[in-house]
C-alpha cells in the first residue's frame, strides 16, 4: 500500500496523511491515532520521496562548508554533524553537506533557496560581522547558527556557548588561585567565539587591577601545533606565564609537549585550563581529569542545533529561536597556585 491508497482507504488528503505520519502539530490526535493506526494494520512504511512530494518539503538540511585556509572541516566540526545527522536520522530528514570555495558560498545558499533542495541550513562559525545572516534574511530560507555574530541576536535563531562568561570565569578562578601572569592561546579572533573569550578574559584581569600583557596572547588555528608554538616562543623570550587559557583542548596537548621537552610540569609550573568540546576521540575524563577545564558537548550542540532547525521546518513557524548555554567548569590535575605562593 501506498501513500495514496492510504489516504483513499482512509478518506482523508495524502497531505494530512503524510503529516499525521510525521508528527506535525497541525494534526488533530485523533486523526494522528487512527493514521498511524491504519499504517501498522496494513504495514505501510512511508517513501521518503513520496512524503517529501505530499507536504512539499524536501526533508533535506543543507550544511556549506568553505575551503578557506583555516575554515576547514575539522574534529570540533565532526562532532557536531555527529550529533546533528542523530536528530535528522530520529526526524526522517536528510543531511545535504556542500563543501565549496569560500568564494562560491553565497551562491550555494541562493541555489539552495531557488531550488528547494533543502528545507533549511545550519550556519557554521559566525564572524564577528557576518554577512550571511542578512543573505539568508533575505532569501526567505530557515536557518539557525551555531554560535552568534555582533548583530542584532533577536532577529534570528541561533544557539551558542557563553564564550564571554566562561573565559572570565575561568580568567577569575586562576586569579583566585593567585595567578597574576595569565596567557591565552585563542582560535582566530575574527571569528566571534573567540572574540568573546578574549573580552571575557579581559574582564577579569581588568576587574583584578591586572595589566593585560600583549606577549602572552596568541590568536590562530586551534590545532596541537599552535600550543606546541606559543609555549616554545614564550620560553624563548623569557616571558612564561604561572598560567595559561586554551581555546582547545588540542593546542593544550601542544603547550604540554613543549612544556615536557623544557622539564615543565603541568600544574606546578604553568597552571593549564582548556575549553573542552569533549570530542569523542579525544576524552578529559577520569575521576580527575587531565585538564581543569571549561566543558560543554560540541555532539550535543549539533543535536540541539539541528532540533530547532527541525522544529522550525515542521512548524512553519520561522520566529527568531535563541538558546544559550553554560559552559561547566570542571576542575583537573593541571591547575594549583602558583609555585611562589
Not at 534574511?137 to 556557548?161: A, I, N
Not at 587559557?245 to 593549564?272: C, Q, T, W, Y
Amino acid at each position: 500500500m501506498n501513500l495514496k491508497q492510504l489516504a483513499q482507504h482512509l478518506k482523508l488528503s495524502p497531505t494530512t496523511v503524510s503529516r499525521a505520519l510525521n508528527g506535525y502539530p497541525e494534526v488533530s490526535e485523533r486523526t494522528r491515532e487512527r493514521v498511524m493506526s491504519a499504517a501498522a494494520q496494513h504495514n505501510y512504511h512511508p517513501s521518503h520521496h513520496a512524503t517529501s512530494l505530499a507536504i512539499g518539503k524536501s526533508r533535506a538540511i543543507g550544511h556549506v562548508v568553505p575551503l578557506t585556509e583555516h575554515r576547514m572541516i575539522n574534529p570540533h566540526f565532526s562532532d557536531f554533524i555527529a550529533g546533528a545527522g542523530d536528530a535528522y536520522a530520529k526526524a526522517g530528514f536528510d543531511m545535504l553537506l556542500s563543501v565549496v570555495p569560500e568564494s562560491e558560498e553565497e551562491a550555494v545558499y541562493r541555489r539552495f533557496a531557488k531550488d528547494g533542495r533543502v528545507d533549511g541550513v545550519i550556519v557554521h562559525g559566525p564572524l564577528v560581522e557576518d554577512s550571511r545572516i542578512e543573505l539568508l534574511q533575505s532569501l526567505g530560507l530557515p536557518f539557525v547558527v551555531h554560535g552568534r555574530t555582533l548583530d542584532e541576536e533577536s532577529t534570528y535563531s541561533w544557539m551558542d556557548v557563553n564564550n564571554f562568561r566562561a573565559f572570565e570565569r575561568a580568567t577569575q578562578f586562576l586569579i583566585d588561585l593567585g595567578h597574576q601572569h595569565i596567557g591565552l592561546v585563542n582560535g582566530f579572533e575574527y571569528m566571534n567565539f573567540a572574540a568573546r573569550r578574549r573580552d571575557g578574559y579581559f574582564k577579569a584581569l581588568r576587574n583584578a587591577g591586572i595589566q593585560h600583557d600583549p606577549e602572552l596572547r596568541f590568536s590562530g588555528e586551534m590545532v596541537e601545533p599552535q600550543g606546541y608554538q606559543a609555549v616554545q616562543a614564550l620560553i624563548a623570550a623569557n616571558k612564561v606565564p604561572t598560567a595559561l587559557l586554551f581555546s582547545s583542548i588540542l593546542p593544550a596537548l601542544g603547550a604540554v609537549r613543549a612544556m615536557h621537552e623544557h622539564n615543565l610540569v603541568p600544574g606546578k609550573d604553568i597552571s593549564l585550563i582548556v575549553y573542552d568540546d569533549q570530542l569523542s576521540f579525544l576524552q578529559n575524563s577520569g575521576d580527575i581529569p587531565m585538564f581543569t577545564s571549561l566543558r560543554s558537548s560540541i555532539q550535543d550542540a549539533g543535536s540541539s542545533v539541528a532540533q530547532m532547525l527541525i522544529d522550525m521546518i515542521n512548524s512553519n513557524d520561522t520566529q527568531p529561536r535563541n538558546l544559550l548555554w553554560e559552559a561547566e567548569l570542571v576542575l583537573g590535575s593541571s591547575t594549583a597556585p602558583p609555585r611562589s605562593l
